[in-house]
């Protein structure tokens, strides 16, 4: 039987090197269904007059690497696209895109626009879910795939294959929205497939040397989960159950271990998470109890004495024990568990955002939030159409077994873990992962977190495992800039206390930065300034604000005349072409970020001249050139 063909494009910005996970995944799904699968890559066309990491360079922000293969022309990319249609004769077109690279991923399909016109374009990705309607207005897209594709994908091809009666859920026409279908479990995944890319995309820069790169995800989602309807928060205007809280702003009693205090902050994005699901019951001494999922976190206490230091351990409802105490409103005695208990119902559960604190008091203890979201507006997307789970992580076994397969097959010399907050888990577990890893797998590794989820525990378990390279996003150094803008409320002192606490370990690590935000201006940029210069990471990007569509502060700059409809996106380095910014000019912006390691590295003595090397002129220009090269001999040599 003829296997039916697909044709992946993955339109990227020119010598990125970062691989696509999503166009890795999906291979391997269609290949495991039968389907035959080849793909054309455009990271090595010169789409552009300066790559992303070259860009990265020349800003200081990457150690200065050679690749070893120069771009191709522009006008060879869209030959060798159409030799490929005319070789491989898809049955399937299909194309993968962010919003940088949708326009890119447009002139592709135009490029074949003539090629048998019966075969289907599909468009997915990110920029899928938030632009269907210029996909669809191109004339050069027939279906789009919004959410996750890895079933869908495979059930649209099949069924397109044996004459489709019925669109799949995720999959939409022009003049219909398919409804969704519900996140895929991460464990049931074939493992992912690397034999579609060459071999040479396996190359990515690491602090000046080129490393064979393999990417592996860990989790997708939100990692928090969530508590029974009836639960009492401990609000400004006293215990009120969660599920009446829906939708409404409120405050609620927090802990600050910075300052051993609690206090009251506001709560965000109160919410139902998801519908009939099973819980246990924490019950304590004094007849006191929480209903929540089996994995909702508690800080388990130990008291500390003369010998012993005072620990805590975030510990799963699931794993709490007769006799543990957790930690409670202080002035009160800290909870001992007496039982946890399976429930026989099952029941709705909910939860909150309390941004840079992350835990909250219920029943007057200690439990977490819903904080950590690596695409809200995905999130938000799953729950307006009642799927509620999208937070999943790969089990521990799963996840080694797929290292362990990637390993052997491809021969990394290093392993990027895939998790928006990797340390988002018990202490316990990343340990339980490390020891493993490191007996297991045994290559050096970099991943990104949190700050607010850093313990001296977990660095030290990682920092056993190999870890060379840590990323954390500081994006705004002002508190109530960040607070009001980015929802983020965790405190400078907060931050800088877990970075050093990442120093101390010694594990090198980057931290994010980005300038150019609504109402952003020079002074409370150079509070994201002055923050780094407080402390000695490894490598410091600054991007500048990109308004992407789905995002809240898209909406904001929007509703605020603050951006055209038609705005293009530079990538991060470039920023926008149509955004407005009220109090500092784009120019400003650009030289402000390619002189921002420099402000952070060099001594007040140099800032006058480093002032001046912001403009872009002859003088300049001269000046940044011989502050880049003293910078590389003092941090690059």
């Not at 976190?297 to 230091?309: A, E, M, T, W």
């Not at 150079?526 to 502060?553: A, E, H, S």
């Amino acid at each position: 039987m003829k296997k039916t063909k697909v044709l992946f494009i993955y339109p990227n910005c020119m010598l990125s090197t970062l691989l696509p996970l999503s166009v890795a995944q999906l291979s391997a799904c269609l290949k495991h269904n039968g389907i035959d699968v080849q793909l054309f890559d455009t990271t090595y066309y010169q789409t552009e007059e300066q790559s992303f990491e070259e860009k990265k360079v020349e800003l200081l922000q990457l150690k200065p690497f050679d690749l070893g293969t120069p771009p191709m022309p522009e006008h060879q990319m869209y030959r060798d696209l159409q030799d490929m249609v005319d070789w491989y004769a898809p049955d399937i077109v299909a194309m993968t895109v962010v919003e940088d690279t949708l326009d890119l991923g447009l002139k592709l399909l135009e490029s074949i626009k003539d090629y048998n016109k019966r075969v289907p374009r599909i468009v997915g990705g990110v920029a899928a879910n938030w632009w269907h309607e210029k996909l669809f207005a191109s004339g050069l897209v027939d279906y789009v795939c919004s959410g996750e594709g890895e079933d869908a994908f495979v059930e649209f091809v099949n069924c397109y294959s044996a004459s489709m009666s019925k669109l799949p859920e995720n999959i939409s026409m022009a003049d219909f929205r398919s409804s969704m279908r519900a996140p895929t479990d991460l464990d049931s995944l074939p493992f992912i497939d690397y034999d579609v890319f060459a071999d040479n995309r396996l190359a990515r820069p690491m602090h000046g040397t080129v490393r064979r790169m393999i990417h592996v995800e860990a989790d997708r989602g939100c990692p928090f989960t969530c508590l029974a309807g009836n639960t009492l928060i401990n609000t400004i205007y006293g215990p009120v159950e969660i599920k009446k809280l829906v939708g409404k702003r409120t405050k609620v009693l927090t802990y600050d271990k910075t300052s051993d205090e609690i206090l009251f902050v506001d709560a965000f994005n109160i919410r139902k998470t998801r519908e009939n699901v099973d819980l246990v019951r924490v019950n304590f001494d004094g007849g006191s109890y929480i209903d929540c999922t089996p994995d909702h976190l508690f800080k388990r206490f130990i008291n500390g004495n003369q010998f012993v230091s005072v620990r805590e351990y975030d510990t799963e409802a699931k794993d709490l024990k007769f006799g543990d105490s957790v930690r409670a409103i202080l002035g009160s005695n800290n909870r001992k568990v007496t039982m946890v208990e399976k429930l026989e119902v099952k029941e709705d559960v909910f939860c909150m955002e309390v941004p840079g604190f992350n835990w909250f008091y219920a029943n007057n203890v200690l439990v977490h939030n819903c904080t950590y979201c690596e695409a809200p507006s995905l999130r938000k997307m799953y729950w307006n159409a009642g799927k509620y789970k999208y937070y999943r992580r790969k089990s521990v076994d799963r996840l080694l077994a797929e290292m362990l397969f990637l390993k052997k097959k491809y021969k990394p010399d290093y392993i990027d873990i895939c998790a928006e907050s990797f340390l988002a888990k018990p202490e316990e577990e990343v340990w339980a992962f490390c020891k493993r890893y490191k007996k297991e797998i045994g290559l050096p590794f970099w991943c990104q977190s949190r700050t607010e989820t850093i313990t001296r525990g977990k660095l030290e378990a990682l920092k056993y495992a190999g870890a060379t390279d840590m990323q954390f996003g500081i994006e705004h150094g002002n508190e109530e800039f960040r607070k009001k803008w980015l929802h983020r409320k965790g405190s400078n002192k907060q931050m800088l206390a877990a970075l050093k606490l990442v120093e101390e370990v010694g594990i090198p690590y980057t931290v994010n930065n980005i300038i150019g935000f609504p109402n952003d201006n020079r002074i409370t940029i150079f509070d994201t300034v002055d923050f780094n210069r407080q402390i000695t990471p490894k490598t410091m990007n600054c991007y500048i604000f990109v308004p992407y569509k789905g995002t809240w502060l898209y909406n904001y700059c929007m509703e605020s005349g603050l951006l055209e409809e038609d705005n293009k996106s530079q990538t991060l380095l470039g920023g926008s072409t149509k955004l407005i910014h009220k109090y500092v000019t784009k120019e400003e912006l650009l030289g402000i970020q390619r002189c921002f390691s420099l402000y952070a590295r060099f001594s007040d003595d140099w800032s006058q001249i480093i002032l001046r090397a912001e403009k872009f002129d002859e003088l300049g220009n001269e000046l940044y050139k011989m502050l880049a090269e003293r910078f590389r001999r003092l941090y690059y040599l």
